[in-house]
Each structure stands twice: as structure tokens, then as C-alpha cells.
């Protein structure tokens, strides 16, 4: 073989690495993404199948204010930190227009502002107070354990119809719905 084929060898030898490593980055990068993504998945649908709240109460303070008692009736706690990825629906209708309404609230640390919820207290056996990861809103710390029951307020931009039946939905950070 003369120098002409030792260069053509090498040309060739060298494209083929260079596809196979192609190839393999083709193949290999992918499978991690599949696997991280299949982690994430795996640790959502835990957090869905352990967590879970019930709706105990809910009492129109004015025509534009409910309060409601939720307790966290999963096995895993829901941090103060994720509240906001807790969605409230409220269904009801107005009282000057009796249309119905369906109104997603947003969560506000400081409860102010109207289509919004914020937590008021936190209860553990009826009594006020927990012991247990104590919530502050303000810093963000703390966590709605399971057994504990949240008062959480709603401010409306319209007022409800109190000869109307009303309807809440929650939905938890796992995905959760009550």
C-alpha cells in the first residue's frame, strides 16, 4: 500500500470515529434526559398518591370574604414556600348580576387585594397554633403538616349571592384536587 492509501486509511478511520461518536452522544444524551425526566415524574406522582385535604367548613363572613377549613389528610406535609402553587377555584353567583362565576384565586402572603386567598391560622386538634414546622408566612418557613387543618380566607372582587349555593375546589402542589 502506497502513501496515498495510508491517507486515504486514515481519512477513513477517522470519519468513521467521528460518526460513531456522533452516534453515541446521539444515543446516550437522550436516555439521561428520559431518566431525569422519569425521576421527576416518579417523585410528582409520589407527592400526588401521599398528599390529599379534605374541606371541613366554610363560613361567608361578607358578601365579598369566605372563610374555609381545610385539612391535609396526606402523608406528606405541603411547604410555605410552595402556597403558591396551590390552586383555589371558587364557584358562586353574584349577587347583583346572578350570573355564575368562576373565579381562580391567587395567593397573597399579605391577604390583600381582591380573586385572591391567604392562610389566616393554623389549627391542630381544634386548637390554634402547631408545634410541628410552624408556618410563617412572612419568612417563607414552615409547613401545612398532615392532621393540621389551615383557616384560609377568600376576598372577592364581587359579592356572592349568600341565597346561592357556592362551590371550592382545591388543588394541591402535587396535583391533588378536593
Known amino acids: 500500500m502506497g502513501f496515498g492509501g495510508v491517507i486515504a486509511a486514515m481519512v ?3 470519519t468513521f470515529i467521528s460518526f460513531a461518536t456522533l452516534f453515541a452522544q446521539a444515543v446516550v444524551a437522550p436516555t ?3 431518566a431525569g425526566e422519569l425521576s421527576n415524574l416518579l417523585q410528582r406522582e409520589r407527592l400526588t398518591a401521599d398528599s390529599g385535604a379534605t374541606i371541613n367548613s366554610a363560613t361567608l363572613d361578607s358578601p365579598t370574604q369566605l372563610r374555609f377549613n381545610v385539612t391535609n389528610t396526606g402523608g406528606v406535609p405541603v411547604q410555605v414556600r410552595d402556597f403558591d402553587e396551590i390552586d383555589v377555584l371558587l364557584c358562586y353567583v353574584e349577587n347583583d348580576t346572578k350570573k355564575q362565576r368562576v373565579v381562580w384565586l391567587s395567593y397573597s402572603e399579605s391577604g390583600l387585594g381582591e380573586d385572591i386567598w391567604y392562610l389566616h391560622r393554623v389549627f391542630v386538634d381544634g386548637v390554634e397554633g402547631d408545634i410541628i414546622n410552624p408556618v ?4 417563607k418557613t414552615g409547613a401545612w403538616d398532615p392532621n393540621e387543618t389551615v383557616e384560609l380566607v377568600a376576598v372577592l372582587s364581587t359579592p356572592i349571592d349568600v341565597n346561592e349555593k357556592c362551590g371550592i375546589i382545591l388543588s394541591l402542589p402535587g396535583g391533588k384536587t378536593t
Open 12 to 14: 477513513i478511520c477517522i
Open 32 to 34: 439521561q434526559n428520559i
Open 136 to 139: 410563617s408566612v412572612a419568612n
